[in-house]
């Protein structure tokens, strides 16, 4: 069957790309003409340069697919600014959604997130939990809105489409490294100097979060999101396995959450005096502390997933990052 992947070369969206080959199947990949695709130049596909904006190219790109999976977010959750978030998550999706509907598409499988959902502690969420909108970030808002416009273009459009409500992604091939992985990098470089405590986070392996997207065009629900989370799992422990499985020792320094919101409050003036985007502020600290566990049952019931248990995809981005820094080594060496 012939399947479109767009934003191929994204972390996840390689690992759709490099599933859906393996798979058999015939594959498009749509990235932009400058996107970076070391995750996806050693396989067979169909390169197809445009990005969301380009109604001619999606139009060519979807022509005769069967199953599109829409792989690009805007994920900088820091920006100063929000605007590019809402004109990518929020603009792009629904200039994308405005093709798809009469694309003649079997399923339209949308990478949504888990921050969609409505979390509080004490309360294990399903994908029937809806959020609230007071008080959201503007990257929650972002993520919130494009899933919501994707599911109403199911309901009033016809597209057959699926949202995927995926939590924090661990695996190898991190090659634009991700928020999450770059605390990964750190730990197999043993250049983090510290590990902040309090955290909590649902976390998935890239892999298995993949292997989602394609059974939800095979046995999803249209209309439906589907939360992919394979357990609730804290910053320490992620920072302790990546340093075992990449031969280094762990940091010996913990970060109290007080003295972390000292830090991000540090982060959030510094952004409104010089102007910058700060990657720790009081926002981020709040998304990550924003944290509660989910429950993916319906997941596993009706798309048949069955994900490996995280620890593992952990050590497999230690050692993707130990690679890089050997052969980093070898080349100075050299």
């Known amino acids: 069957m012939s399947k479109l992947v767009i934003g191929a070369n994204g972390f996840l969206g390689s690992h759709v790309t490099r599933l859906l080959v393996g798979d058999g199947h015939d594959v498009r990949a749509m990235v932009r003409p400058t996107a970076k695709t070391v995750g996806i130049d050693d396989l067979t596909v169909e390169r197809i340069h445009g990005d969301i904006w380009d109604d001619d190219v999606l139009?060519?790109?979807?022509?005769?697919?069967?199953?599109?999976?829409?792989?690009?977010?805007?994920?900088?959750?820091?920006?100063?600014?929000?605007?590019?978030?809402?004109?990518?998550?929020?603009?792009?999706?629904?200039?994308?959604l405005?093709?798809?509907?009469?694309?003649?598409?079997?399923?339209?499988?949308?990478?949504?997130?888990?921050?969609?959902?409505?979390?509080?502690?004490?309360?294990?969420?399903?994908?029937?939990?809806?959020?609230?909108?007071?008080?959201?970030?503007?990257?929650?808002?972002?993520?919130v809105q494009a899933e919501n416009l994707v599911l109403q273009y199911a309901r009033e459009h016809g597209l057959p489409a699926v949202a995927m409500c995926v939590s924090t992604t661990y695996g190898g091939g991190d090659w634009g490294r991700t928020p999450h992985g770059a605390i990964i990098a750190g730990a197999a470089f043993g250049k983090l100097p510290f590990v902040m405590s309090g955290i909590e986070l649902e976390a998935v392996g890239i892999d298995d979060a993949a292997r989602a997207m394609i059974l939800a065009a095979e046995h999803g629900r249209v209309?439906?999101?589907?939360?992919?989370?394979?357990?609730?799992?804290?910053?320490?422990?992620?920072?302790?396995?990546?340093?075992?499985?990449?031969?280094?020792?762990?940091?010996?320094?913990s970060v109290p959450l007080p003295l972390s919101y000292a830090m991000a409050t540090l982060g959030t003036v510094k952004a409104r005096l010089t102007g910058t985007d700060e990657r720790l502020s009081l926002e981020s600290l709040r998304l990550m502390r924003a944290e509660a566990?989910?429950?993916?049952?319906?997941?596993?019931?009706?798309?048949?997933?069955?994900p490996r248990p995280v620890e593992e995809?952990?050590?497999?981005?230690?050692?993707?990052?130990?690679?890089?820094?050997?052969?980093?080594?070898?080349?100075?060496?050299g």
């Open 98 to 143: 405005e093709v798809a509907k009469d694309a003649g598409l079997r399923r339209f499988v949308y990478t949504s997130s888990y921050v969609t959902v409505g979390r509080r502690r004490g309360h294990v969420a399903t994908e029937d939990d809806v959020i609230r909108d007071k008080g959201l970030t503007p990257y929650v808002r972002s993520r």
């Open 313 to 333: 995809s952990i050590r497999e981005a230690a050692r993707f990052w130990a690679g890089l820094r050997d052969a980093r080594r070898r080349s100075k060496a």
């Open 223 to 253: 209309g439906e999101r589907y939360l992919i989370s394979e357990k609730m799992i804290t910053n320490a422990e992620v920072v302790r396995l990546a340093a075992a499985a990449a031969g280094m020792p762990a940091p010996a320094r």
């Open 293 to 306: 566990p989910v429950d993916c049952t319906k997941a596993r019931r009706e798309l048949g997933w069955q």
């Open 59 to 96: 139009r060519a790109a979807m022509d005769g697919v069967d199953d599109v999976y829409y792989c690009v977010v805007d994920t900088r959750g820091w920006l100063k600014d929000p605007a590019p978030l809402f004109r990518t998550n929020v603009d792009g999706t629904r200039n994308v």
